[in-house]
């Protein structure tokens, strides 16, 4: 092959790539730039070397949006995670929660212990870790903390509550405005019921806002809308 040639083939490929981010970074900007001014966040932009990112308080709960890329080549994909703090001493110190699955199944197999609440739907359900197990029981029995995480674990099969913290991940690109309002506005709802704070109060103070013109307000308590898989939104590359 003439050495014009090669260059020639490794600059384009080079180019489309290129392009390609730009193109990514450009929907992604758009999308969660529109958000984050919306619901008061702030936003910093994805760059060359940099992945899209807000954060800030939502009706008095600190949330955060980020981008996470995973793999390499072929199987690099991009990751949605959506994470909610919950106020301090609203739950209990140490607790863990994460999807019930063959890993976890494994874990026990090897040593892996967990915490039996007396909820047949929650120990099915969910790994439960904690050390203050009388706290971690009365914490479930507590009005809606059960029901909102089984609607969580559902709702996101990478569903995981640890430090505090509710994380949400999807295989997903953050470029659906839709999309990502509904997800932290559900995000918000389960944290303050879980936190046994009253949302109508706090809803009060920060009504929602239209996104745009010609862009109508969503209801923010509707159920979270799931990204589409088309080329233009999905997660891989």
């Not at 996470?68 to 609203?90: C, F, L, N």
């Not at 949302?199 to 809308?225: C, E, H, M």
Request: hydrophobic share 45%; with cysteine; glycine share 10%.
């Amino acid at each position: 092959m003439e050495p014009f040639m090669f260059f020639s083939i490794i600059a384009l490929v080079t180019g489309a790539i290129l392009a390609g981010k730009f193109y990514a970074n450009n929907k992604t900007n758009e999308a969660m730039g529109l958000v984050a001014n919306t619901l008061g966040l702030h936003f910093i932009a994805a760059g060359w070397l940099t992945r899209a990112s807000m954060s800030g308080k939502h009706l008095g709960i600190e949330v955060s949006v980020f981008e996470d890329v995973r793999g390499s080549g072929k199987s690099k994909t991009r990751w949605a995670v959506y994470r909610a703090t919950i106020p301090k001493q609203r739950v209990p110190v140490g607790l863990v929660l994460y999807r019930e699955g063959f890993g976890s199944k494994i874990g026990k197999l090897f040593g892996g212990q967990d915490i039996q609440v007396g909820d047949a739907e929650i120990d099915q359900a969910l790994i439960v870790r904690g050390a203050q197990v009388a706290e971690i029981r009365e914490f479930f029995a507590r009005p809606g903390v059960k029901q909102t995480l089984l609607e969580l674990n559902t709702m996101c099969p990478n569903f995981r509550f640890e430090d505090g913290s509710i994380k949400l991940e999807y295989m997903a690109a953050l470029r659906e405005t839709v999309v990502i309002r509904n997800n932290i506005e559900t995000l918000v709802r389960a944290t303050l019921q879980i936190a046994g704070i009253e949302r109508d109060a706090l809803k009060a103070t920060a009504p929602p806002r239209a996104l745009a013109a010609g862009v109508p307000a969503q209801d923010p308590w509707a159920p979270p809308q799931a990204p589409t898989n088309d080329e233009n939104s999905s997660g891989h590359w």
